[in-house]
Structure formats: structure tokens, C-alpha cells
């Protein structure tokens, strides 16, 4: 990649696609791909300087996770004595960064950068990243309004994905033509196939639908993408293609059909920001009874209303249940909103379409932190982020009511559960975890690391004194629910992680390295709630 105007490499292979397939967008595209590098520039300078990455000798991170308060700076200084300097940048901020410094040298793409740097294990990063700017770019040329307000509009209007993750849009083995027909920000109806497979040969969750049975078979809906690219490999082939139209939600491989039924979480096998999007079995497995033990946990307490997962199944394919041909169905959006178009995932949420920030956030604060707290001490930690938690508004557009939605990555403390007196469902081991360090680090990085901090820096626009009255807001409401809850050893210890000095929050960049472990990684983050007492 070279420095300056010229596209890299991703960037000039996305335009050449788009110059074949959708010739009127290339202007559009050349015109975002700036700001698209300096949005994912601004992510990544913000996991160079709070992360502890391998090849860095003095950051803000490496200093955090020694448990001293970490100085103010923008400079990251390398293993080798070089020197990346930028602007200040805290961990919940957001907003572009144009250009960084490494000793001297300005740098605007970052995946030019971070090949210049040299971490150790970045060189699949380092193609991500160009993946990420080029489809992010994409993305923002082919954004338009859309005022229909439905549900599915309000998902759709999420452009730059995750707000702080520097593989926000990272696509790898999805063309140009693919996205435009089936990423979300480009509101497509995307026409599902069905597989059909003998029932015997399934792993089944939950009662399966008439609707998608042919006699002693089951028919699977399936992307068309997987149907492409995997479902060969595996040596199966749609029995009907196109049979179900649906509209793409945030996670893109969760669709709404067009017929108002039950959302359907498809398999779609390929990296998308960080993770790949297939369905495991024992995720089939934990479906239905992970959503029968969080529905009546969070009616017992107060909480969000959960999205449940009513079926689940996975095939079999060379031998065992894949991942690659396997799907959920969950409740659709309408059974916790009704006819209601406003409600909208969290992170849709724009400074934009809110006329008192302050009074919008100290509404949510009062919903999500008592409802979050009280599942907290019952034994379940959700893992609510911005596209987890929907948000139901009121005629004044303010928050009213709360729902939770994809169950997979919650924790529960066995003992937490036994003492209220719910026994543990037969779910997967990954999820019980009795170690209150892992339950905060499940919920306060999710809510207060992202969820929070990306309303109080968007709401805030980068006025410091502004940002210091917000989280006073949440502050003061996580105060509050804490007093409405009993005085329980539990409690306690919750209370005091929420407002330690730090908080743990999962590493996006560390974790994306070849020479990190699978799995979350998780790291120290100044407290923004420590630092408002």
C-alpha cells in the first residue's frame, strides 16, 4: 500500500468489482474511501494505545494492566524505539483520526500502518483491515435514508458497524456483488433456500414447524451465500432455492421474513468482523432451554423482555452435526414490540434523532442498569451490547421498555442460581462460570464498555464537560438500582466491581492476532464510572 490518495490494495480490488457490477456507485465509493480510513484508523489507534500488544513496550494499555492509573498521552512507543504519535484518544471515544505518525512518517491507511509496524502474528490483521476500510467504504456509498420506520429499517441504518472494533466491516470471501445483495446497510431482501434432510439425521432443538417439514424430512433454511460457497464442500444441494424472502438484520446472517414469521439465525461461514458465523451444535443443543431459563429469570426480576429461540436444528454432514448447515428461529421483533415501529437495536441509535441526550440517557440508565443488576445477582450475565439490547420508545421517542436478544455468549454462576433456588438447565459448559470476575467482565464490558460508551461519546460529540454530566447520569442510576437490591454478599461484590478503577472489556485487536489464544481475551479499562465519583 502506498501513502496518500492512491487506493490499497483492497480498496482498488473493491473498486474494480464495483466498477463491473454496480458502475453508477464508483464515484460514491472513491469519495467515502477517506473517511472510511480515517474510521477505522481511529479504531485501531484506539487499540494501540489501551491494548497490550506483543511488540509494543510503552502504551497506555501496557501501563493499565499493571493497576497504576494510566497517564495522559497519545504516543505508543515500539519494542524497537519507534514512536506512534496521535491524537487523544480515551477508550470510549469515537470519531475518525485522519492521519498517524510513526516517527515522523504520516500514515492515513491503517492497514499500511499496522504493516509498518510490525506486531508480531498481524500479518492476517493487516489483510483485514484493508478488507475492513474497502467494504466500510462500500458501505457509506450506498447508504441512503429510509423513512419507512419499521423495525427492520431502524437495523438497517447501522452503516459502520461496531463502533469501536478496527474490523467494524471485515467481509473476507464476500464480493462486492455479495455484499450489495446481502449486507444490511444496503437494505436488499435477501431470498433464502431450504435444505431438505431426513429428520432422523438432524439434531433437533425445541418443536419444529410444520411449515418446514416435507413428510419424514426437515427443510433447513439456508443463506444464499452459504448455499454458494460451503454447502458444496459438503455435498448437499438446495431441494428450493429462493424460497423464503427476508430482510438482512444487524448481525447479517439473522433474517426477518417478509411473511412476519419467526427471525431465522442462518449459518454464513466466513469471518465477519471477528468471528466466524456458523451455528455450533451445542449451540442447537442450549437454544430452548437457555431461552426458557432467561425468559423466567428476567420475569422474576424485572428485566429486558427476552427474545427467545423457538426451534433449533443442525444437520448431518459427513459424519456428525455441521455447523455450516444449521439454523435457529426466534421470536420475531413484533412479539415484544406488537404493531410499534420504534423500536430499534441500541447501537441505531443516533445524537441525531435525540432532542435531550441527557434526559434520552437517564431514561435508558433507569431501564437497562436495574434490569441488567437484578439478572446480575440472580446468576445471569448478559452480554448486552449495542445490538443485544433493543429499546422500545415512547411518543417523546425516550426509552420505555427493554428487550435482549441472542442468548449465546451469556454466562451463569451455578451457585448464584442454586441460591435463588433455579437449577442449572443442560446447557454447554462454556456458559457456567461462578467466578465473579468473569460474570463483570460479561456484563460491565459489554454495557458500560460499549453499549454506554458509545452513547455517552456520540451524545457528547467530544465536549469533555458534557461527557463528565453524562456518566454522572449512569453513575447516579447504577447507584440507584444497586439501593433497590438486597444487601447480599453477591450484591456487594457487584457493586464494588462496577465501580472500581478499572474495567475489564474485551481486546479487539489482541484478539485478532495469530499468536493470541481462541476465545475472549480481556483486558483493563479506566473506569469512566470510577473516574465520575
Not at 419467526?262 to 469471518?271: E, S
Not at 451455528?279 to 437454544?287: A, E, K, L, T, Y
Not at 404493531?339 to 434526559?359: E, F, I, K, R, W
Request: charge should be neutral; glycine fraction near 8%; hydrophobic fraction near 45%.
Amino acid at each position: 500500500m502506498k501513502i496518500g490518495g492512491i487506493m490499497g490494495r483492497g480498496e482498488s480490488e473493491f473498486a474494480a468489482e464495483l466498477a463491473a457490477v454496480r458502475p453508477a456507485l464508483s464515484a460514491a465509493y472513491a469519495a467515502a474511501v477517506p473517511g472510511a480510513r480515517a474510521a477505522v484508523l481511529g479504531r485501531l489507534w484506539r487499540s494501540l494505545l489501551h491494548e497490550p500488544l506483543p511488540g509494543i513496550a510503552t502504551s497506555l494499555g501496557h501501563t493499565a494492566q499493571h493497576g497504576c492509573p494510566p497517564p495522559e498521552g497519545s504516543e505508543v512507543v515500539l519494542a524497537d524505539g519507534r514512536r506512534l504519535r496521535g491524537p487523544e484518544r480515551r477508550p470510549h471515544d469515537l470519531g475518525e483520526v485522519p492521519v498517524l505518525w510513526l516517527d515522523g512518517t504520516p500514515y492515513r491507511e491503517p492497514a499500511a500502518l499496522l504493516a509498518a509496524l510490525g506486531l508480531p502474528g498481524s500479518a492476517r490483521l493487516t489483510a483485514d483491515l484493508a478488507n475492513s476500510v474497502a467494504s466500510l467504504a462500500l458501505s457509506r456509498a450506498n447508504a441512503r435514508a429510509d423513512r419507512r420506520h419499521t423495525p427492520e429499517d431502524h437495523e438497517q441504518d447501522v452503516v459502520d458497524g461496531h463502533p469501536y472494533h478496527p474490523c467494524c466491516r471485515n467481509r473476507p470471501g464476500v464480493s462486492v456483488a455479495e455484499q450489495l445483495a446481502y449486507m444490511p446497510e444496503h437494505r436488499p431482501v435477501v431470498a433464502l433456500d431450504l435444505v431438505a434432510v431426513p429428520a432422523a439425521d438432524c439434531l433437533v432443538s425445541g418443536p419444529w414447524p410444520d411449515a418446514l417439514t416435507d413428510g419424514d424430512r426437515l427443510l433447513l433454511p439456508v443463506h444464499p451465500w452459504q448455499s454458494e460457497h460451503v454447502l458444496p464442500d459438503l455435498g448437499v444441494r438446495p431441494y428450493r432455492k429462493g424460497a423464503i424472502p427476508a430482510r438482512p438484520l444487524m448481525s447479517v446472517r439473522t433474517l426477518a421474513p417478509l411473511d412476519g414469521g419467526p427471525h431465522l439465525k442462518t449459518a454464513f461461514t466466513t469471518r465477519m468482523t471477528s468471528a466466524v458465523r456458523d451455528i455450533s451444535p451445542g449451540s442447537i443443543r442450549d437454544c430452548v432451554p437457555l431461552s426458557d431459563l432467561l425468559a423466567e429469570l428476567s420475569r422474576r426480576a424485572g428485566g429486558p423482555r427476552v427474545i427467545r429461540y423457538l426451534a433449533g436444528a443442525a444437520a448431518t454432514a459427513k459424519g456428525e452435526f455441521s455447523a455450516d448447515l444449521a439454523v435457529m428461529l426466534r421470536e420475531p421483533t413484533r412479539a415484544f414490540a406488537g404493531n410499534s415501529a420504534d423500536v430499534l437495536p441500541v447501537a441505531a441509535v443516533t445524537p441525531g434523532a435525540v432532542d435531550d441526550p441527557a434526559a434520552w440517557l437517564a431514561a435508558f440508565a433507569r431501564l437497562a442498569l436495574p434490569a441488567a443488576l437484578r439478572l446480575l445477582a440472580a446468576g445471569a450475565a448478559l452480554e448486552a451490547h449495542g445490538q443485544n439490547l433493543l429499546v422500545l420508545l415512547d411518543g417523546r421517542g425516550r426509552p420505555a421498555r427493554l428487550a435482549y436478544r441472542d442468548l449465546a455468549d451469556v454466562r451463569l454462576s451455578p451457585a448464584r442460581l442454586a441460591r435463588h433456588g433455579v437449577e442449572v438447565p443442560p446447557v454447554a459448559a462454556r456458559l457456567l462460570h461462578d467466578d465473579p470476575g468473569v460474570l463483570h467482565a460479561k456484563l460491565y464490558g459489554s454495557l458500560v464498555g460499549t453499549t454506554f460508551g458509545g452513547l455517552v461519546a456520540g451524545f457528547s460529540g467530544g465536549d469533555r464537560d458534557a461527557e463528565a454530566g453524562l456518566w454522572r447520569i449512569v453513575r447516579d442510576a447504577a447507584r440507584e438500582a444497586f439501593d433497590g437490591l438486597p444487601c447480599h454478599p453477591d450484591v456487594r461484590a457487584d457493586r464494588e466491581a462496577l465501580f472500581a478503577p478499572y474495567l475489564m472489556v474485551k481486546a479487539h485487536l489482541l484478539a485478532q492476532l495469530d499468536c493470541t489464544p481462541p476465545g475472549d481475551n480481556w483486558i483493563k479499562l479506566p473506569n469512566p464510572l470510577f473516574a465520575s465519583l
